[in-house]
């Protein structure tokens, strides 16, 4: 029986997503793709959080061990693809979300991150990925989307928020005279556009990465930053006339808060703000979602080039639709708290000169790597206290 029902499931699973492909259905633009949803708990996460916190249990450090168990259990964060070899994650974690649906009566919402541009991160080194352009990496890249796509389309029914390329945005209004990413600019926003028109997937909602403030919130960037975006969309629209986006992602692994900072470009609400009406003049109804993972410190001197493992910085508010301005979808925790932004390590073929600078916590690992030391700083630091 358990054998029959699986089969019929696939059956079914498979024919609505031909049905979508077929008939070009358009991803989720018109509503909040969070509400009526629950958060859904990262199982990469959640994993590492436990260890962290068995750690702490070891060291007899019980009030921050029980601070990491709620992180864990009950704090959502963003799901990564910054690869060929996690594609098929993705299958596994709609999977899990869908039974979490079934065992709970509760719907969820994933977000993932997709990133793997090739020539990604072309202004620092800490984050390079595995694609390059001299390497055929903008095919590369079409076979990556398309397989990401194949995945999604395995849980037609499972709701997924997805935010493409986190800095590509930012790295092609301010960093063209930077030779890396000078020459790769037409072909990022190929592949953007390509990745933008072949995700209109029914119930995926897109969001392009908007950096932060303090990269492109000042007068001289936001204009040029809409250009961009409404570039990239009419771009999509030439593969896919029916191509869209719910909205654009801020502060991914940043620091910036909400609502709460008085100096301009250190606020992520002042920023979208600005951006919205220049989006709209463009014909684009554009929402926001906004990484608040590591702002809970507000009050800690700050400067544009402090990005990597800042010092300072704690955990902040909780994933939440409950947002100050309409134009807010939802609070988000982008980037996983206790990953590491980049490696101080001099001697490492990826180290960047932000991450050993006075504002970074060092020594740290390459990123992506678990970072004990910092994930304990942002419990301690957490505003509002975990």
């Avoid at 089969?7 to 909040?32: D, E, F, H, K, Y």
């Avoid at 919402?109 to 072309?122: G, K, M, S, T």
């Avoid at 990556?144 to 928020?161: D, S």
Wanted: charged share 20%; aromatic share 8%.
């Amino acid at each position: 029986m358990k054998s029959s029902l699986l089969v019929t499931s696939s059956i079914l699973s498979l024919a609505a997503a031909s049905l979508g492909a077929a008939t070009g259905t358009q991803s989720i633009s018109t509503v909040n793709p969070f509400l009526g949803h629950q958060f859904f708990v990262s199982p990469v996460y959640r994993p590492k959080v436990l260890k962290a916190a068995a750690s702490l249990t070891a060291r007899g450090e019980f009030a921050l061990a029980k601070k990491a168990l709620k992180v864990a259990t009950e704090i959502s964060s963003f799901l990564w693809v910054a690869d060929f070899a996690a594609i098929p994650n993705i299958a596994n974690w709609l999977r899990e979300a869908e039974l979490t649906e079934r065992l709970t009566g509760k719907k969820q919402v994933v977000q993932i991150e997709v990133y793997n541009l090739p020539d990604r991160d072309c202004s620092a080194k800490a984050s390079a990925g595995e694609l390059d352009l001299a390497n055929g990496g903008e095919e590369k890249y079409k076979t990556f989307i398309q397989q990401v796509k194949k995945e999604l389309l395995k849980f037609p029914k499972v709701r997924v928020v997805l935010q493409l390329e986190t800095d590509a945005i930012g790295n092609l209004v301010t960093n063209l005279a930077n030779p890396k990413c000078g020459n790769a600019a037409s072909a990022q926003k190929r592949s953007l556009a390509y990745a933008i028109a072949n995700l209109q997937l029914p119930n995926v909602a897109l969001y392009l990465d908007g950096a932060h403030g303090a990269w492109l919130g000042w007068d001289s960037n936001v204009g040029p930053t809409a250009t961009i975006i409404g570039e990239l969309l009419t771009a999509a629209k030439a593969i896919n006339p029916k191509a869209t986006i719910r909205g654009i992602a801020t502060n991914v692994s940043n620091y910036n808060g909400l609502g709460n900072q008085p100096q301009e470009g250190y606020d992520e609400l002042k920023y979208i703000r600005k951006l919205a009406p220049l989006l709209a003049a463009q014909g684009i109804d554009a929402h926001f979602i906004i990484d608040q993972g590591r702002s809970g410190n507000q009050m800690a001197v700050r400067s544009g080039g402090d990005w990597c493992n800042n010092k300072f910085a704690g955990f902040g508010p909780r994933p939440t639709t409950n947002t100050p301005d309409p134009l807010v979808d939802a609070i988000v925790w982008a980037k996983p708290g206790g990953e590491a932004d980049g490696t101080s390590d001099t001697s490492a073929e990826r180290y960047d000169e932000a991450c050993g600078s006075e504002t970074s916590f060092i020594p740290a690992p390459e990123a992506g790597s678990w970072f004990q030391e910092y994930f304990e700083q942002l419990l301690r630091n957490a505003n509002p206290p975990l």
